[in-house]
């Protein structure tokens, strides 16, 4: 319980190496805007099961977190608040918060964040459910057959380095979210997801498509145009 933690304090209670956490609760201060609250820190590989997070529940250390089927509830903030990570995935769990139900802000590096069948709630139906501040770190968000209640969306993108869901990504590692956004941006392109779309896709330039196993679909006509008489390598399409 570290619920009784003083409100600006910002502690954070230390774990490290290979760590799983079964059937526990955690007690956490409320949090506000001016601090990240209580919470953990560490270097590792932590895995969470059937947990549950009682306040603003921050995330801060360069460690591999994974939360399974946890419940995350804070009645005055933020639900939970991931501020540094090497990866933090998110399966099934539920958050419940007022405002916004979960922060991303990467202040100490890139940050890889990933909510599966997950699902949110908040008493503020202004605000989406996951505020996702990509100013000032190179942040990536999988947001995965997830769902809001009472809420603005299931995410906010703030900043310029941050992408949600990304399909596409060039031979220098730029992700794009999406694939029309690639193919006007770079000569290569490796798909990550996917993609669906209501219109066909025209290729007019010198470019080389990496499928990845992934699959091109579309409700026209057909799936791509090619309208150049350049070089075009299109390979492992399903």
Request: proline content about 2%.
């Amino acid at each position: 319980d570290f619920s009784n933690f003083p409100a600006a304090s910002n502690y954070a209670f230390p774990i490290s190496g290979t760590t799983t956490f079964k059937n526990i609760t955690f007690k956490f201060p409320a949090g506000s805007s001016s601090y990240l609250s209580a919470g953990l820190v560490g270097e590792g590989e932590f895995t969470f099961e059937n947990c549950a997070f009682e306040g603003c529940f921050t995330i801060n250390g360069k460690a591999e977190w994974a939360f399974n089927t946890c419940e995350f509830t804070n009645n005055d903030y933020y639900a939970s608040f991931v501020y540094a990570a090497k990866e933090v995935v998110f399966t099934e769990c539920s958050f419940s918060g007022k405002d916004r139900a979960a922060k991303i802000y990467g202040d100490g590096g890139d940050l890889y964040v990933e909510y599966h069948n997950c699902e949110f709630t908040s008493t503020t139906t202004n605000k989406a459910a996951i505020a996702i501040d990509a100013t000032s770190a190179n942040t990536i968000v999988i947001v995965d057959e997830c769902s809001q209640t009472n809420m603005n969306g299931l995410y906010s993108l703030d900043g310029t380095k941050g992408v949600v869901n990304p399909v596409a990504k060039d031979n220098n590692g730029k992700l794009y979210s999406s694939f029309e956004a690639a193919l006007e941006a770079s000569s290569t392109i490796e798909l990550l997801a996917d993609i669906e779309s209501g219109d066909i896709i025209t290729i007019n330039k010198n470019i080389t498509i990496n499928g990845n196993n992934k699959t091109i679909n579309s409700t026209a006509a057909r799936a791509i145009n090619i309208a150049t008489e350049g070089e075009v390598t299109i390979k492992n399409l399903i």
